[in-house]
């Protein structure tokens, strides 16, 4: 369930998390991903691109390619980011036909609840994946570092609208994969017209050690590593195994790209 916020209230997402507010993470993403390639990287997809913020400051670095199955979170993207390849698609089951240097999943990944759709989605990253690639996923917690938080914030459009937010994310019941997220919004138009929507939104959560085992299961050696600095609570950068064509070196990842 991903709730208002990439339907009917799309249109208030650059008020709400306005692209400025990427570009540090954006920078550490960058970064995690060069220091993990063995080779330059130049083509990256990223799955469940949402409104293209941090796509906004990696499109300087890349050639991106961004999947999305909202359609308005989608058309604000293109509108961001006219340069980027924009396409519909789930993370679980989307199929491009082509190889990537490198696969990027954020905070999307966050709407997998249930193991069988985590690995799907991780099996479309190695189907994306070309031999010696880099994978990076982002889940805001996993079960080792979740915690109940509240957090608010928000901003103005181009055009003037405002949003502010409080995000309030609930712990799951016990031996759910799951857990709530509910944002209070409240919405000012240019005129001065405020209205609230309370949005609700089912997150998965899931252990390392599954994490990791899911890796394996679908052919990508991964490591977890420390949160990035800001909004990201957590990223794990991962590289396909190496193949005859195009080797990794299992030592160099090991210090380059995981800081653990
Ligand atoms: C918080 S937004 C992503 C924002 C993005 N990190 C950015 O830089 O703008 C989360 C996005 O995940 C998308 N999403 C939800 N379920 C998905 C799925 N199964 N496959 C791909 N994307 C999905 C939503 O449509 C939404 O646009």
Redesign the pocket.
Known sequence: M?GR??GDLAGW?PAI?P?SE?AEEAALYVETIRSAATAPVHRVLK?????????SHMKHAFAMTL????DG?REL?RALNPECEHLP????T?RLGRLFDAVFV???VM??TAEE?LRA?LATVAAHLAPGGVALVAPDATTETFSETTEHGGGEDANGRRARYLEWRLPPEPGETSFETHYALLLREPDGTVRSAHDVHREGLFGRETWLGLFREVGIAARSSRPGPSRAASTTPLSRPASPRRPVSATRLDEKAFRI
Request: no cysteine; hydrophobic share 35%.
């Open positions: 991903t916020l990439y997402w998390s692209p990427y799955l469940g691109s949402g409104g293209g913020n941090n796509a999947v999305e199955p909202a979170m993207s698609g789930d993370m679980r989307v954020h905070d999307a709407y997998m759709d989605a």
